[in-house]
């Protein structure tokens, strides 16, 4: 069974810090590309940060850049994305994805497999 499941979410004041978590079958992590998107309400999904397993190189959108960090633990089967300095704007739920591909794409067509998403709310 393929499946992806976030964690870490919640409520945080503007300038702190949350970690999330995705928790990925092997079957999924086998994806090279694993990424983060989200989706505030009434807009459309939106990449945050991707990583490619064949060689760890890394990609973030200009928005989340030097606040955003993502990680891959290949033993853990787990993509984390720890977000610091935190905006009102972030608020958003926060979906992990994984694509095949051996492109980070930064739009989520590639991305075969979703996870259900996990809000992230960043209050002023």
């Known amino acids: 069974q393929v499946q992806l499941v976030e964690s870490g979410g919640g409520l945080v004041q503007a300038g702190g810090s949350l970690r999330l978590s995705c928790a990925a079958s092997?079957?999924?992590?086998?994806?090279?590309?694993m990424g983060w998107f989200r989706q505030a309400p009434g807009k459309e999904r939106e990449f945050v940060a991707a990583?490619?397993?064949?060689?760890?190189?890394?990609r973030y959108a200009d928005s989340v850049k030097g606040r955003f960090t993502i990680s891959r633990d290949n033993a853990k089967n787990t993509v984390t994305l720890q977000m610091n300095s935190l905006k009102p704007e972030d608020t958003a739920v926060y979906y992990c994805a994984a694509d095949p591909s051996w492109v980070i794409h930064v739009t989520p067509a590639p991305y075969d497999y979703w996870g259900q998403g996990t809000q992230v709310t960043v209050s002023s």
């Open positions: 092997q079957r999924t992590f086998s994806r090279n590309i």
């Open positions: 990583t490619r397993w064949s060689d760890s190189s890394t």
